[in-house]
């Protein structure tokens, strides 16, 4: 499956960065997308969605709200089967908007569900 993490960071301490990690351990294509970024756990980083090389089946966001909410075209260009909203990246608003376009979201923890085989 093509995961997109964004919001990643090169940082371990971070869920974001033990997300990458963890996908591509359970054998997930991952895209890290974080502008500030070259490279996480030996992949290549994305500045935005859209410059993915790939069809993205799950973004799994790890950003606050108001960085989100303003990738709602991002979100809608690439088209992912779902979006998982992290602890911390829960947004009503954006949502709302994807569900009004037949995009799955869901509010859960990436991590949780990897660790529960129910990615």
Same mark, same amino acid.
């Given at each position: ?26 054998? %997930? ?8 970024? /070259?490279? *996480? %756990? ?10 993915? $090389? ?13 960085? /989100? ?8 260009? *690439?088209?992912?089967?779902? *979006? *998982?909203?992290? $602890?911390?990246?829960?947004? $009503? ?21 990897? /660790?529960?085989?129910?990615?």
């Amino acid at each position: 499956m093509n995961v997109a993490v964004l919001g990643a960071s090169s940082k371990p301490e971070r869920y974001s960065n033990r997300a990458v990690a963890l996908l591509a351990a359970k054998g %997930h294509t991952v895209f890290p997308v974080n502008p500030a970024l /070259s490279v *996480i %756990h030996g992949l290549p980083v994305y500045p935005r969605l859209t410059l993915i $090389p790939a069809s993205v089946d799950t973004v799994t966001v790890y950003l606050a709200a108001e960085r /989100s909410s303003v990738l709602l075209d991002d979100l809608l260009t *690439i088209r992912p089967r779902r *979006i *998982i909203l992290n $602890p911390g990246a829960e947004n $009503p608003a954006l949502a709302a908007a994807l569900a009004r376009e037949g995009v799955q979201t869901l509010t859960a923890c990436t991590l949780v569900l990897l /660790s529960t085989d129910q990615f």
